[in-house]
């Protein structure tokens, strides 16, 4: 069984920074990309970056050159490292990892719990 915990959400003035982190426990097979996503009220689910297991990056134009996607294979653990935050970054921020559970099963996809980031002054 997999889970995906986040920490480092929390609330932050504009302008300040704040770095997200994502762990993997459990049992799996191989972790593929992991990324971040988030979710104003009243608004769907948006990608904020990915990573690949190789280190490929891509992100979300509104983030482009505040944000910093990083992993570490090692402890299984995804960073999102958010600089120049604005209000308008306010909302739940998701983990997501592809995973394959096992030799046998098929990739799918799993999610954190989310935690807060609040831009305000």
């Known amino acids: 069984q997999v889970q995906l915990v986040e920490s480092g959400g929390g609330l932050v003035q504009p302008g300040g920074s704040l770095r997200l982190s994502c762990a993997a426990s459990?049992?799996?097979?191989?972790?593929?990309?992991m990324g971040w996503y988030r979710q104003a009220p009243g608004k769907q689910r948006d990608l904020v970056a990915t990573?690949?297991?190789?280190?490929?990056?891509n992100y979300a134009d509104s983030v482009k050159g505040r944000f910093t996607i990083s992993r570490d294979n090692a402890k299984n653990t995804v960073y999102l490292q958010m600089n120049s935050l604005k209000p308008e970054d306010t909302a739940v921020y998701y983990c997501?990892?592809?995973?394959?559970?096992?030799?046998?099963?098929?990739?799918?996809?799993?999610w954190g719990q989310g935690t807060q980031v609040t831009v305000s002054s």
């Open positions: 997501n990892a592809d995973i394959r559970p096992s030799l046998v099963s098929g990739r799918g996809d799993y």
């Open positions: 459990g049992s799996w097979f191989s972790i593929y990309a």
């Open positions: 990573i690949t297991s190789g280190g490929a990056t």
